[in-house]
Structure formats: structure tokens, C-alpha cells
């Protein structure tokens, strides 16, 4: 076990290993893409239906069987299904990481809405504020936490999953796992899942960092 470690340590340092087309620092930046434009493309679509569905109060058991649909897909069975649809293309991976991310938007943010007081509401109308003012200035700041863990926990599975990417001849981290699987270099497959693991932690204290920066941005301003 030590020596597999040690192997994995040198193997992770090596400059070698950080250089060329397959070096690692290539390979994290093809999964930092995969990763944020699946995640970019999800939010796109997920944000303004889990708003609509909390401000109106109309959808809520489609923003509640989302995450189960979410959690039951198999995305590997839905990048293969896409992938012999639409032939050699990149988009059958993303099309597994959008619909893979979608769901923990759409409910966070409905949870993040739904949880705002009613009371809240009712006193912002009775101020005067019409329907977009409440919800861009009422609901969606109140809610913004929650929105917030939504998008953390949907960063974090799409980075963990983009390594399905390799498994339909693309890059990415996930090509030293399913390369190492292949050639039985247990070392390499150590390093490719370490590597995601990394990255996710980093992207999710990054998230953390501008989350925590928001809220004392607003509580300052508010004072």
C-alpha cells in the first residue's frame, strides 16, 4: 500500500505528467469545461423555471419529482443513448451533464422561494411593489442561500460525473481512469479519480468563498 502510494505521489508530480496534449494540466482543463459550460447551460434552464415555479406557486410537483427523476437517471446508459443518436459528437456529453444537473437547481431554488414568509410578500405589496419588484427584490435576495446550494451541489455532481466523457473516446480526467482500467496501471486510475476529487473540493470552497462574499456584500449594503 505504501509503495502504491509513493507511486501515486511521484506519478502526480512528475513535470513530465503535467505536459503534452495527455499532461495533466491539458486534461483538467478540458474537465473544467465540460464541467462549467454543462453547469452553465443547466442554470440557463433550471434557474428561471425554479423561480417561476416558487413565485407562482404553480409546477411544485414537477420541482418535487425532478430530483428523484435527477437521481434515478443513468447517465452513463443517457451518453451512450445520445451518443449513437447523434454520432461522434461532444454533445451527447453534455446533454448527460445538463439533465443530470437541471434537477438540484429547479428544486433548491423552489425550496429557496417557497421558504420565503408570506408575510414578507404580502408586506412588500402592500408597499407598493409589483410582482417582478417582489421577486427580485424580496424573494429572490431571501432566497438566494439555498439557490446557491443548488448550484454548488450541481457543480459537484457534473464534475464528478464528467468523466463519463472518456468513456465515449473524449477527454478529460476521466481518460486516466478508464485509460488506467485498460491498461491495469492502478496508479494511473488513482491519479485520474484523486484529480477529480481535487478539483471538485477547489470548485466547491470557490463557490463557498463568492457565496459567503455575497451575503456580507448585502448585509453591508443593507446597513
Known amino acids: ?10 506519478w502526480l508530480i512528475s513535470g513530465d505528467q503535467w505536459s503534452g496534449s495527455d499532461g495533466i494540466a ?5 474537465h473544467l469545461e465540460y464541467s462549467l459550460f454543462a453547469t452553465l447551460i443547466a442554470a440557463a434552464i433550471a ?9 407562482t406557486g404553480k409546477g411544485a410537483f414537477l420541482a418535487i419529482n425532478l430530483s428523484s427523476f435527477g437521481r ?28 443530470l444537473a437541471v434537477p438540484a437547481i ?5 425550496a429557496g422561494m417557497s421558504a420565503v414568509d408570506p408575510e414578507v410578500k404580502d408586506a412588500a405589496r402592500g408597499q407598493g411593489m409589483r410582482g417582478h419588484q417582489v421577486l427580485f427584490q424580496v424573494e429572490i435576495p431571501l432566497a438566494l442561500p439555498l439557490i446557491m446550494t443548488g448550484l454548488r451541489l450541481s457543480l459537484i455532481q457534473v464534475v464528478s460525473t464528467a ?8 477527454g478529460g480526467l476521466g481518460r486516466y481512469v478508464f485509460d488506467g482500467l485498460a491498461q491495469r496501471d492502478l496508479v ?25 462574499y455575497l451575503f456580507r456584500h448585502r448585509r453591508t449594503a443593507a446597513h
Open 163 to 170: 468523466t463519463i466523457a472518456a468513456y465515449v473516446s473524449f
Open 47 to 55: 434557474l428561471p423555471l425554479g423561480l417561476l415555479i416558487g413565485h
Open 1 to 10: 500500500m505504501y509503495e502504491l502510494f509513493k507511486n501515486l505521489g511521484s
Open 72 to 99: 434515478a437517471l443513468p447517465t452513463v446508459g443517457l451518453v451512450v443513448l445520445v451518443f449513437l443518436i447523434s454520432g461522434l459528437s461532444l454533445w451527447s456529453v453534455y446533454v448527460a451533464l445538463v439533465v
Open 188 to 212: 494511473q486510475v488513482l491519479g485520474g479519480a484523486a484529480l477529480v476529487a481535487i478539483v471538485a473540493v477547489v470548485l466547491d470552497l470557490a463557490l463557498a468563498g463568492l457565496q459567503r
Open 26 to 30: 491539458h486534461r483538467i482543463a478540458e
Open 106 to 110: 429547479v428544486t433548491n431554488t423552489y
